[in-house]
């Protein structure tokens, strides 16, 4: 089946014959899911948005009692200090986390994760790996492996570059 990056590129290469044009059909292809999976992810989170999901998950994801401090949060969705001040507001203002003095740090704080912010979480997170799995349904699960497999090895050196 041909897409559009097929016609990209075959416009190219009789244009400009002498390129090789294997990096555009692979990550033309990789931009093109991602402004898919953008949408898809911003209507699986709905109200929550893809800011308040990432704080969400975070606490979800740390298990019981699903409590973090703010700095941990921080590190988890890789914001500032004052941005996770005001996604936390706004969080608390919904009733989806709660905030208390940490027990163990007087100036400290620790964030937890309401029964109200597990069931948006949890719903969210539901409804987008439905929404994934429809993006990826013309793949076999052997297939499904082996492109994860190949992405982290283009990923992977990225990742190591905030170490």
């Known amino acids: 089946m041909r897409d559009e990056v097929d016609r990209l590129v075959s416009a190219w290469k009789r244009e400009r014959p002498d390129l090789d044009f294997s990096p555009l059909e692979v990550l033309s292809r990789i ?36 409590q973090l401090s ?9 914001v500032t200090s004052g941005t996770m001040t005001n996604r936390l507001d706004r969080l608390e203002e919904r009733g989806l ?22 069931r948006a979480v ?23 492996t082996e492109l994860a497999a190949m992405l982290s090895g283009i990923a992977g050196p990225f990742d190591l570059e905030g170490e």
């Open 70 to 78: 703010p700095g941990q949060l921080m590190q988890e969705t890789l």
């Open 122 to 144: 949890d719903s969210a997170m539901e409804d987008l790996l439905q929404r994934e799995r429809d993006f990826l349904i013309s793949l076999t699960k052997a297939e499904r």
């Open 31 to 66: 931009t093109r899911i991602a402004r898919h999976l953008d949408i898809a992810r911003r209507n699986a989170f709905g109200d929550l948005e893809a800011w308040g999901f990432d704080v969400l998950a975070s606490l979800r994801r740390s298990g019981e009692p699903y």
């Open 97 to 118: 986390i709660t905030r208390q003095s940490d027990p163990n740090d007087g100036r400290g704080s620790l964030v937890t994760l309401t029964k109200a912010g597990m």
